[in-house]
């Protein structure tokens, strides 16, 4: 079976290897406040900061999912109020997340199909935290690299993105935001059960500000741990490796990005030219790593059932779409040659009426 399922996704198939490898270096069973491990688990940083071109001066804390990041950011980074800016069902769920912790936290949706508007944005600076989802998994829209460039010139608020379905595949714009994060199954290629969350100095500021430290997850006791390579609690050892060892074998980021647009504006060609609705309309916005096929609701049954007859798996809508879109994941560990599987199939499929 071929997946092109958004998360979980396909993993490396060096990953077996990897799996093996970690059982052997003995490192599974080593106490996780001995050499070894703080070895590991720098090193596992220190190459992640490399290939993803992390700026010197931000931090990188590993987690155990992007909604653990969500309520991290809540509890320790919002003393009372943040802006949640969102076209989509993620973004939607981070706000719903924080306001259990903050019920203070306000919502600013926009339209999937333009972008959001900076003046309303920052319209009320006492937000301590503006949260964006930078790629909206649930309906393939992405935030451009120029918003987050002007949205940095014009606040001085600190900004938190959500770029779970993005981190690894494309390249960030680190510098204009200050938190970072994403769940390492999408495009790291790696299985479940880790995130990864990139802190700049203005954001490690607005912690010690808060100074919250209530909680065995608050974003201060994470830190001191890991500025000296350790962890607040038994870590996911397992995770760490495996997300090192795929670190290592990966281009630089520069160089992955370039060859995800270039597949993803090969697919969106290829969709327009077949027949096939684009879920989003306007280019600008659409996601180089999750593309989001729209149709009926007796279209996009029939469309994934005929794909899953040739042993290939799409990704089913998701939220407001869940009936009326598919979705395919553009992510790293994804070959071209499964790529051109899956365009064969769609093309093979009868169009409506023929069916
Ligand atoms: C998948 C996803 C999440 C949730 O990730 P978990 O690892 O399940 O917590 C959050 N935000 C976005 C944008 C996602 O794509």
């Known amino acids: 079976m071929i997946t092109f399922y958004p998360g979980p996704s396909k993993v490396y198939p060096q990953i077996g290897q990897y799996l093996s ?9 080593v106490n996780h406040r001995s050499e070894p491990f703080m070895q590991m688990l720098k090193e596992t940083i220190d190459t992640m900061k490399s290939k993803l071109d992390i700026p010197a001066g931000y931090e990188i804390y590993f987690c155990s999912s992007a909604t653990e990041c969500w309520e991290i950011i809540a509890q ?3 003393l009372s109020k943040s802006l949640h800016v969102y076209n989509g069902a993620f973004g939607e769920k981070w706000l719903e997340y924080t306001q259990k912790l903050r019920p203070a936290a306000k919502g600013l949706s926009f339209d999937p199909n333009a972008l959001p508007r900076i003046a309303d944005i920052i319209a009320d600076q006492e937000n301590e935290v503006i949260c964006l989802t930078h790629n909206e998994t649930s309906n393939g829209t992405a935030l451009p690299v120029a918003f987050f460039a002007e949205l940095r010139k014009q606040t001085g608020q600190v900004i938190a993105v959500d770029a779970t379905s993005s981190m690894a ?8 935001a200050d938190i970072w994060y994403a769940s390492v199954q999408k495009c790291f290629g790696l299985p479940a059960g880790l995130s990864v969350m990139v802190a700049s100095p203005r954001a490690i500021k607005l912690a010690e500000k808060i100074a919250d430290r209530d909680y ?11 500025i000296k390579y350790q962890t607040p609690y038994t870590p996911n050892a397992l995770g760490i490796y495996l997300a090192g060892r795929v670190m290592r074998q990966v281009e630089p980021i520069s160089e992955v990005s370039e060859k995800i647009k270039h597949r993803a504006s090969a697919w969106y060609s290829f969709l327009t030219d077949h027949g096939f609705d684009i879920l989003i309309e306007k280019p600008e916005v659409r996601s180089d790593t999750v593309i989001a096929v729209t149709g009926t609701k ?3 049954t029939f469309l994934k059932k005929a794909v899953k007859e ?11 779409w ?3 879109t598919f979705r395919i994941a553009n992510f790293p560990a994804i070959t071209q040659q499964e790529i051109d599987l899956l365009k064969k199939c769609l093309i093979s499929i009868p169009s409506p009426g023929n069916e």
Do not use: C, H
């Open 216 to 226: 065995y997850n608050s974003f201060l006791f994470i830190r001191d741990n890991f």
């Open 298 to 300: 007796e279209r996009v």
């Open 169 to 176: 595949g494309v390249a960030l714009p680190w510098e204009d």
């Open 21 to 29: 490898d970690a059982y052997q270096s003995g490192l599974l069973s």
């Open 76 to 78: 320790s980074l919002v």
């Open 322 to 324: 869940k009936e009326t």
């Open 310 to 320: 040739n042993d290939i798996m799409v990704g089913n809508g998701y939220g407001a």
